[in-house]
């Protein structure tokens, strides 16, 4: 297989799961919390984080810019660019750090440790992105911020990142042995049978 195909297979596997990413968007987005009904849980970085375990950070942080700038054109246009740059930022930083740490120990317990500190880091990046883009950019006043940090804000996006570390942890090794398969390459033609 040449090295062009082998691109070629790879870019076409990465537009499936940006798809995919943004069909889980549409069919399953539900609030946690009642007083903080803004934010939504949804499982679009789950393909994503697929995505950047096949193929490195670096693929996956390509992966979580399309998708985002996709999210936001025909998702979520009402959040303007500051969306996009919100999820960017939040699950780039996700990506790089479990996507590092997997690609250097290709092992169960790496992807745990890499999917547990990048939980952590996207949960973390929201603090001050809420204090600056909500602030600045949505209008919300400061103290209305500060005060969802801990009631609302953190928890949200620690149960999110967990949640959709669990699903990804659970689907990984199904949904790698279903790309391993080389989609550019013909299939060899059956003879006619007589």
């Known amino acids: 297989m040449t090295a062009q195909r082998t691109y070629i297979d790879r870019l076409v596997k990465l537009g499936m799961l940006t798809a995919l990413s943004l069909i889980l ?12 009904s803004f934010l939504e849980y949804d499982m679009a970085d ?8 096949l193929y ?7 992966l979580t810019a399309v998708v985002s700038v996709l999210q936001w054109l ?3 246009p009402q959040s ?11 699950t780039g930083s996700y990506v ?16 745990l440790v890499g999917m547990a500190i990048g ?9 001050p992105m809420n204090l600056i883009f909500t602030v600045h950019f949505f209008g919300v006043p400061k103290e209305a911020v500060i005060a969802l940090l801990p009631t609302a804000i953190i928890p949200f996006n620690a149960i ?13 090794k199904r949904v790698s042995k279903l790309f391993e398969r080389n989609l550019t390459q013909r299939r060899p033609e059956k003879e006619n049978e007589a």
């Open 25 to 36: 968007v549409y069919a399953i987005h539900f609030p946690i919390f009642p007083s903080a």
């Open 46 to 53: 789950v393909p994503i984080l697929i995505g950047t375990f």
């Open 56 to 62: 490195g950070p670096w693929w996956g942080l390509g």
């Open 74 to 76: 025909l998702v979520s």
């Open 80 to 90: 303007l660019w500051v969306g996009a740059v919100m999820h960017f930022l939040a």
């Open 96 to 111: 790089v750090a479990a996507g590092l740490i997997y690609a250097h120990h290709k092992t169960r317990t790496a992807a």
């Open 119 to 127: 939980a952590a880091l996207q949960t973390l990046m929201m603090i």
């Open 160 to 172: 999110k990142t967990v949640a959709n570390s669990i699903i990804t942890f659970l689907l990984y």
